[in-house]
């Protein structure tokens, strides 16, 4: 919940509309200017909850109070039933799954989500899986991990590439990649004679430039709203894309990568890589 002493509620910009609360599913967010506004909200969205025999997740929700774009003290929300709704203090909250407070925490949730992202190729590298299947198990499993806040997340590109070399040594520590392995073949598709490994760069750079692509091109009220700014303030990283050229662009390197490598490695003593 955001606090702000403005006109009522909030808005996308300082001349646009007014926002009262954002919800996807059962995400919530309200947004106010003065504590009596939130209370009244708070009170509303009880009433209802109550209404449909859903209850407040307490331990998940939280309030936090901003002024003049500064994150404040603040003693928290009453419900109707005499509890309190917490302030969040120093440790943020998560909506749709990105840790925010008065902004995004982006280095916090890219520590997250690295270490989830290494848990999980870690745990398939130990399972029995052979061949193809691990590398598929890692694009399914581990690398949506990093790519859902693609985009959104101000990743550097030394922090990717840290990630794809992380990703390759725990292959080669757990016999999946042979140590003089080549690295191009391991990235292209299995189609063209590679393995098919999604690289954590070129996902996540890939993602923002659809990011980009969409929201310059996008007819959608709010976004039209907010693209100057999203421009401006560099929220948004990524190139415009034109979709066909960049088709064609990605096969020409995949032909090149697999027909221009002559450090590909065979197959070895029965070892999965």
């Not at 840790?99 to 995004?104: G, P, R």
């Not at 690398?143 to 070399?165: F, H, M, S, T």
């Amino acid at each position: 919940n955001n606090n702000n002493n403005n006109n009522n509620n909030n808005s996308l910009t300082a001349k646009g509309p007014k926002v009262s609360h954002r919800l996807y599913m059962d995400d919530l967010k309200l947004y106010s200017n003065t504590v009596e506004e939130m209370e009244a909200m708070v009170s509303t969205t009880s009433d209802f909850s109550s209404d449909i025999c859903m209850q407040f997740g307490l331990e998940k929700c939280g309030t936090i109070r901003v002024e003049k774009g500064t994150k404040a003290k603040f003693s928290g929300i009453s419900l109707p039933d005499g509890e309190r709704i917490r302030d969040l203090e120093d440790e943020g909250y998560k909506y749709l799954g990105v840790l925010e407070s008065n902004s995004i925490l982006h280095s916090e949730m890219k520590t997250l989500v690295t270490n989830e992202y290494n848990r999980r190729v870690k745990k398939v590298l130990k399972s029995q899986l052979h061949g193809k299947h691990i590398i598929q198990a890692i694009n399914t499993w581990a690398v949506p991990v990093i790519r859902y806040g693609a985009g959104i997340l101000n990743w550097k590109q030394a922090e990717l590439k840290a990630i794809d070399i992380k990703t390759r040594k725990m292959m080669r520590i757990y016999g999946a990649h042979h140590p003089q392995g080549d690295v191009d073949r391991l990235y292209v598709s299995r189609r063209e004679g590679g393995r098919g490994l999604q690289s954590i760069e070129e996902i996540v750079r890939r993602e923002e430039n659809a990011l980009s692509t969409y929201i310059q091109s996008s007819k959608d009220s709010e976004i039209l709203i907010l693209k100057e700014h999203l421009l401006k303030e560099k929220i948004v990283n990524g190139t415009v894309i034109d979709k066909d050229k960049d088709k064609s662009d990605r096969e020409a390197v995949v032909a090149t990568q697999s027909t221009g490598s002559s450090g590909i490695n065979a197959e070895y003593g029965g070892e999965r890589f």
